[in-house]
């Protein structure tokens, strides 16, 4: 069953392509809007090496828009909830979970050099500035996502690297905290953004889908470009 689950992806990108995605470790930070679908989406394309990180709880305010939300799930913890969904998909998956909130207290527990990748899908504006800081200070590849909320407009999102994001305010609020505390981030890194400007606020899930699919998409396509020497 294993060797069956990928056999269109190896198709579209080659055996060795397909052996690499699933030697990678990658950690992810946050499994709400953006991360839940991020995490799907790796699982499926053949990510086996996944750690959840998160500390929140399924939320009724949850359901418009995570992946794992649903009514019966109201109280449990989004990341065990996202590790059941994940192995449902692939059951040998390697799929760990540390239900905590990352922060200055908790950062040093982190060793982001024993990973390939670092996906950032938090929300929060200080813990978001301190995992880019570090993430960028080890050997890691890291993807970010900007503010998927007060988006309404699918079409508006791209990637671009952090300094050159542009229309987006936590990208801006980012840079200003980054400057004033004098932790900027040790080398470049790619983000999902959209440049859409909304005086509405609220999240929709097609826009943190997307957010999601982006990042995945992110990590696939530099693997890819590394596995064929580009």
Request: proline share 2%.
């Amino acid at each position: 069953m294993k060797e069956g689950i990928f056999n269109r992806t190896e198709l579209l990108l080659g055996k060795e392509t397909t052996e690499n995605i699933a030697s990678k470790r990658v950690i992810l930070f946050g499994v709400g809007g953006v991360g839940s679908w991020c995490a799907e989406s790796l699982i499926r394309t053949g990510v086996q090496h996944l750690t959840l990180v998160d500390f929140d709880q399924i939320a009724l305010s949850n359901l418009n828009r995570q992946l794992v939300a649903t009514y019966d799930a109201i109280g449990l913890p989004k990341v065990e909830q996202m590790r059941q969904r994940l192995l449902s998909i692939n059951p040998n998956a390697d799929i760990q979970t540390i239900c905590q909130r990352y922060d200055e207290d908790s950062a040093s527990q982190y060793v982001f050099d024993h990973y390939d990748y670092v996906i950032d899908a938090i929300d929060t504006l200080d813990a978001k500035a301190l995992l880019i800081h570090q993430a960028t200070c080890s050997s890691a590849t890291l993807f970010s996502s900007m503010g998927a909320g007060r988006k309404l407009d699918a079409t508006r999102i791209r990637t671009t690297e952090f300094w050159k994001v542009s229309g987006c305010p936590l990208a801006r609020a980012l840079r200003n905290k980054m400057r004033k505390n004098g932790r900027l981030p040790q080398k470049k890194f790619q983000c999902v953004y959209s440049d859409e400007i909304s005086s509405d606020s609220g999240t929709l899930a097609p826009i943190v889908g997307v957010f999601g699919m982006y990042l995945s998409h992110l990590l696939i396509q530099d693997l890819v470009q590394k596995t064929n020497g580009q």
